[in-house]
């Protein structure tokens, strides 16, 4: 365990190679029985992992966060107003879904206000990391730790936490946590700006979309309709009725069921202005030339635009856009040439934004990391098939994904589903989400040939491999033989100074190590604790869930964390600033709260 523990804090293995390694070595050292060694993949919260991360990218892909953060979120606010609903936001998706997955559907609507403001983006981006991360802890299935946890207990003897066990306590380790963020994060978070690719302009989207019989436009003018657009900086450019078009159409107009509505917005603004219509993107895409080519189309204008019905229109062919790599992306450690961009997606890498340093030479060579910010240069199609193969997400502009109603009311209800089943015991958890999962590929809310794209696999792998290491830790007598040493440490200093030291401990690890190795090394330990000075284990193993959550001091210590390291022109050592002094107040927080909640 020691040596896992270091090759975790080495960081030149991804953390899946380092517990295959560790349950490879138990199994040859006779630690764990060879016919058990794969025994963790068949885990409960293994497979709720899964189940989660699947049905987590089931309310993106449909659309539901979207509709969630255009009802919620202010159209026109202070910045502080604006941080605060992002904050609490972020707190309340991540409850629910994958933390990773809410704060990349809202880091690019924090850069927007970021640029629009003239704000440092990392002013916005570490507070929305921190919320994010802090929400995770307040559910059950809100981030793998509790899983774990959870785990451990069924199989101590009292079973498994609830779905709402970790609510008071990760409720208000949470509240006290953003309330700080958002009271000081001004001060402690460093005013740089991000060395990503801001001074390049990226055109508008020029797209067609049609109004439909239940189309909030339907029998409205084209001045209603343009007061809700101004809220999403978009216009409308041309009306197209009966093959006929109606450029620069007089305000008082009105639309019709059947129209086609020529719209020009950048990709969030469009994604925003389509949603609050109630209009349908047309399928099929083309894009618009440039140069000679589109002024000899210019006397062509009506031609083009009949026959590009059911079509979206941008204004150049070939544009700009940043992107970031994601934790996991397959982009980490491989170059431009390793993955033969340029021949494989036809997409150009003309710069990358690394820790708050440009580096222009040698590009495709360059060897990229999670965090750091490309600037590329390509078709539409080209570089979406790019970021949706190689896993990494959009910055100066969003993907385009407009809320389908339908699917995206599904989706919240098949949820809901499943954490009601978990929540009232008439399923076990992961049996609960694996019907939410059925349900999804029967309703085909994700294409069925995507389904299983939004499983992290290397945090399946690490948890399936690591959890009979940790186990092993218990039936070999060392976790014993580890919480005795403490207790002899501690002398007679008593159970709530143990509880602190668990949780201030299984912190710091999470700071270095990934958070379910992290619990998962931690639980047999406060197991042990336990036994050894006969009180409940319950306090201590929910020490060991908030401690694992909570990682702000480095940016590897939570994929958020870097995820925002090159957006937010971050270096490693800005993250303590604000992460120690959060990290103070977690555990003043947390101690008392779970002495409250769970006595020993």
């Not at 993106?60 to 107003?81: F, M, N, Y």
């Not at 785990?151 to 509240?175: I, K, Q, W």
């Not at 389904?451 to 945090?459: A, G, K, Q, S, T």
């Amino acid at each position: 365990m020691v040596a896992t523990m270091a090759l975790f804090l080495w960081g030149r293995l991804r953390h899946d190679a380092v517990a295959l390694a560790a349950l490879v070595a138990c199994v040859l050292l006779g630690l764990v029985p060879a016919g058990e060694a794969f025994s963790g993949f068949g885990h409960p919260a293994v497979i709720t992992v899964a189940c989660v991360l699947i049905l987590s990218g089931a309310l993106q892909s449909a659309g539901t966060v979207d509709v969630i953060a255009r009802i919620v979120l202010p159209k026109k606010a202070h910045p502080t107003v604006m941080l605060i609903s992002l904050s609490v936001l972020a707190a309340f998706l991540s409850a629910f879904m994958n933390n990773v997955g809410a704060l990349a559907l809202l880091m690019p609507i924090a850069l927007q206000i970021a640029r629009k403001q003239g704000l440092a983006p990392g002013r916005l981006l570490m507070p929305l990391s921190f919320a994010s991360i802090l929400g995770g802890m307040t559910t059950l299935i809100g981030t793998p730790p509790n899983l774990i946890v959870s785990g451990f207990r069924a199989e101590a003897g009292p079973g498994p936490f609830a779905m709402f066990d970790f609510t008071p306590v990760g409720l208000a380790v949470a509240g006290a946590g953003i309330v700080f963020v958002l009271a000081l994060s001004w001060l402690l978070v460093p005013r740089r700006q991000s060395q990503g690719a801001e001074g390049f302009e990226t055109g508008n989207y020029l797209t067609e979309a049609r109004v439909l019989d239940d189309s909030a436009a339907n029998g409205k003018t084209l001045r209603e309709l343009q007061s809700k657009l101004d809220e999403a900086s978009a216009d409308v450019l041309a009306l197209i009725r009966d093959e006929k078009r109606y450029p620069s159409p007089h305000a008082n107009r009105k639309v019709k069921a059947g129209d086609l509505l020529v719209i020009e917005a950048d990709p969030e603004g469009l994604t925003s202005a389509l949603s609050a219509l109630g209009l349908q993107l047309e399928e099929e895409a083309s894009t618009i030339p440039d140069g000679e080519d589109a002024q000899e189309m210019a006397g062509k204008e009506d031609e083009a635009t009949a026959g590009s019905r059911r079509r979206i229109v941008h204004a150049d062919e070939v544009h700009l856009a940043e992107y970031a790599v994601s934790p996991g992306s397959g982009l980490s450690g491989r170059s431009a040439s390793d993955i033969r961009l340029r021949t494989r997606f036809q997409v150009n890498l003309l710069a990358i934004s690394r820790n708050a340093t440009h580096s222009r030479a040698r590009l495709r060579t360059m060897k990229l990391k999670e965090g750091d910010v490309l600037l590329l240069q390509g078709s539409e199609e080209a570089m979406a098939e790019f970021a949706a193969h190689m896993g990494c997400v959009p910055l100066a502009e969003r993907t385009l994904r407009i809320p389908d109603a339908r699917k995206a009311v599904t989706a919240a209800v098949i949820m809901g589903g499943a954490v009601a089943l978990a929540a009232t015991g008439t399923l076990p958890a992961a049996m609960a989400f694996a019907v939410g999962v059925l349900a999804v590929m029967v309703l085909r809310i994700i294409p069925l040939r995507n389904i299983y794209d939004n499983v992290d696999w290397p945090v399946i792998v690490l948890l399936g491999a690591l959890l009979p290491v940790a186990e092993a830790l218990e039936t070999t007598g060392a976790a014993s033989f580890l919480s005795g040493q403490l207790l002899a440490l501690t002398g007679q200093a008593g159970p709530v100074l143990v509880l602190a030291i668990i949780l201030v401990a299984t912190m710091t690890l999470s700071d270095f190590m990934n958070n379910a190795a992290t619990a998962a090394v931690m639980c047999p330990v406060a197991i042990s604790l336990a036994a050894g000075m006969n009180v409940s284990p319950d306090p201590l193993l929910m020490a060991v869930a908030v401690g694992a959550s909570c990682a702000f001091l480095t940016p590897i210590g939570h994929q958020n964390n870097t995820l925002i390291l090159g957006p937010g022109g971050f270096r490693f050592s800005d993250y303590w600033r604000l992460g120690l002094p959060l990290e103070i107040v977690v555990v003043a927080v947390g101690v008392p709260v779970i002495l409250l909640v769970w006595p020993l």
